[in-house]
């Protein structure tokens, strides 16, 4: 039970002096993190969090949830970036099928993408969370707005404030605003945890919980990782073996960190991953930049540059080592396509030696490789890795010596198409 990191195929690019010259560094962001005296250190609420929420406020959703489930056979999710890709990584990663199903909005602009899923809802009972810490981004601003009318026009005004449920800022923004002018239900973000590293606070857990997620899976296994990736030892650290081994990378020319997995049902997590990895470090000129594959189907798209294109890869795999369900492969007596040299075993057991092969040609092309294995796709073990990613990318944000909690960056664009639209600011 639990997550382990291999680094066997990066015997022939880092050396344990690599290491040993990196372990101040890597204890000094420890501490700095820990002491909450480093950059950014009024957005720490994430580092905490797992042990920190309180059975009131799980009772509390266990309520919303019977409501929402009892009431509803469609739950829209409305949010974009940190309001939104860690739910999606959940749902997605525990088979897409909650209790209640799941539609997200307000992650895009697409006309196309809300009237479908408008057309979708058309003979649904619908409930609607919609989340927004700054309460002001435009994209899940104007799926609300828009599927706001589309309730209004359905619902009386006691019904929509059960079917409308907003997370936002306690005390500032438009949502805020919204959710008490029409008396919708709110939620508050904790005001010291930035939008990538909320899976765990309200943005994740409301929806999650409505839609039948084991939340409480979700947060034990992220109280499993606080502890065990809290050790001020390297050793003892897998996140923090992670963090140095990316830092090393980085500084021998290893500019693009490609999260390959071979569980399409990881899909979201590498998406969720790319945020919170490419947000945090991407500042100051600086950042290892993250990218997604989903093998094997991109072993025969990507597979020929990852093998010998531009050398400035390297690969982080994400396994799953017991699967849920496997397929046994049967014997066929011609055997005209040669496979029977794997009948009996599981389909499972071949993914898992294309991994092998993979790892292995990789390292020959030059594109070193780490392994986080989670020993199962559950809720536990996801809460695990998102921890393990949150614990990592902090102390790999302090060992580039970039605040990794803020995202100044994400405003530029903001501003100038507020001027285009004659938006005020
Ligand atoms: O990390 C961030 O702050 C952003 O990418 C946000 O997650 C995204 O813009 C959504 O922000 P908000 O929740 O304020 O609507």
Redesign the pocket.
């Known amino acids: 039970m639990g997550i382990t990191l291999n680094r066997d195929h990066l015997s022939g690019f880092l050396r344990k002096e690599d290491y040993k010259k990196i372990a101040p560094a890597l204890k000094k962001a420890h501490e700095a993190l820990h002491a909450k005296k480093g950059p950014g250190n009024d957005f720490l609420g994430w580092l905490d969090l797992p042990g920190r929420v309180s059975g009131a406020f799980l009772k509390e959703l266990d309520g919303l949830a019977a409501m929402v489930q009892n009431n509803s056979d469609a739950l829209v999710s409305v ?5 939104y890709l860690g739910i999606r990584s959940t749902v997605e990663f525990l088979g897409g099928a909650p209790k209640l199903p799941i539609h997200y909005a307000g992650h895009n602009m697409s006309s196309e993408d809300l009237s479908g899923l408008l057309q979708r809802l058309q003979d649904r009972r619908v409930s609607i969370v919609v ?7 435009t994209e ?1 601003a104007l799926a609300f707005r828009i599927l706001k009318r589309f309730m209004q026009e359905r619902y009386g005004e006691a019904q929509l404030k059960e079917r409308i449920i907003c997370v936002t800022d306690g005390k500032k923004g438009a949502l805020k605003k919204i959710a008490d002018t029409y008396g919708f239900r709110s939620f508050v973000i904790p005001d010291d945890v ?3 590293f909320s899976v765990l606070t309200p943005v994740g857990l409301v929806p999650l919980a409505c839609a039948g997620v084991d939340v409480r899976g979700l947060l034990e296994g992220a109280r499993a990782g606080q502890d065990e990736y809290g050790q001020n030892d390297p050793e003892r650290n897998a996140a923090y073996q992670y963090a140095a081994s990316r830092y090393l990378l980085y500084q021998k020319g290893k500019l693009i960190e490609v999260l390959a997995s071979f569980y399409p049902n990881l899909f979201y997590v590498a998406e969720w991953w790319k ?1 919170l990895f490419g ?1 945090s470090e991407g500042k100051d000129g600086q950042g290892i930049f993250p990218a997604s594959v989903m093998y094997s189907t991109d072993l025969h798209s990507m597979g020929q540059l990852m093998q010998n294109g531009v050398r400035v890869i390297f690969e982080t795999f994400l396994m799953i080592e017991k699967v849920s369900r496997d397929i046994v492969i049967p014997k066929d007596e011609a055997d005209l396509d040669g496979f029977n040299c794997v009948a009996g075993k599981g389909l499972d057991f071949v993914n898992k030696k294309a991994y092998e092969a993979t790892a292995a040609a990789h390292d020959e092309g030059d594109v070193p490789s780490l392994t986080i294995t989670l020993s199962k796709a559950d809720a536990f073990h996801l809460g695990q890795l998102y921890y393990f990613f949150e614990k990592a990318v902090a102390i790999s944000g302090y060992l580039l010596r970039v605040n990794p909690f803020d ?1 100044p960056g ?1 405003e530029a664009y903001k501003a100038k198409m507020f001027k285009l639209l004659g938006k005020a600011a």
């Open positions: 949010g974009i970036g940190g309001s989340i927004s810490k700054s309460g002001t981004t899940p930035g939008g990538r945020q947000e995202q994400v």
